[in-house]
């Protein structure tokens, strides 16, 4: 994105150019892009969401579960230049990706959210890691044939196609756009 990502994430105001790059690259117009930017600066003056402030957020969608464990790893895919605050290039980007219809770009988001060491690969530590958090956030049981555990060698014996222990990013959109329990399991938003 160039010059343009850097002046808005250090900055509280879009130039022209910086609300026509984030047009473009977020799908939404550029009257979409100002209100939005108008909210996020009324929810963070700063123009910075840091991770306590979206985990305050993220509770109050789940107020009988656990969101804690489950938040520090949308925060993380949601934060892509690691700064630990989410500006607003990158909440633009994330809030584009989880509003659109397309299924793929979901999966493919919801990828990068499970692959916690971002080596390409969904590894069976990384599900189970998710997979508990999902179970918190919802206040799920996790005894049984219901276990983390369990569900993740279910989900990684119909998934892992060439048997390697690990999924590729095709493996699992693969996965989850055959499988409608798994898309509902893995990516809710996406089914």
Not at 72 to 100: M, P
Not at 124 to 138: N, R, V
Not at 158 to 164: C, H, L
Request: charged share 30%; aromatic share 10%; glycine share 6%.
């Amino acid at each position: 994105m160039g010059n343009s990502e850097a002046r808005v994430k250090r900055g509280k105001t879009l130039s022209d150019s910086d609300v026509s790059e984030l047009s473009n690259l977020s799908g939404f117009t550029p009257q979409q892009v100002r209100e939005w930017h108008s909210g996020f600066l009324k929810d963070c003056p700063s123009g910075r969401l840091n991770k306590k402030k979206f985990i305050e957020v993220y509770k109050q969608f789940y107020p009988t579960g656990k969101a804690e464990k489950f938040c520090e790893y949308v925060f993380r895919t949601f934060d892509t230049d690691g700064s630990g605050n989410i500006d607003f290039g990158e909440f633009l980007i994330a809030i584009s990706i989880t509003a659109q219809q397309d299924p793929k770009k979901k999966l493919e988001w919801a990828f990068s959210m499970y692959d916690i060491d971002r080596n390409g690969y969904i590894e069976k530590k990384e599900m189970k890691k998710i997979m508990d958090a999902i179970y918190d956030l919802l206040g799920e049981e996790k005894k049984g044939s219901n276990s983390p555990d369990i569900k993740v060698d279910q989900i990684f014996s119909k998934m892992d196609v060439n048997s390697d222990q690990k999924l590729s990013k095709d493996e699992f959109v693969t996965g989850c756009l055959q499988d409608d329990y798994l898309r509902k399991l893995l990516a809710p938003s996406a089914s």
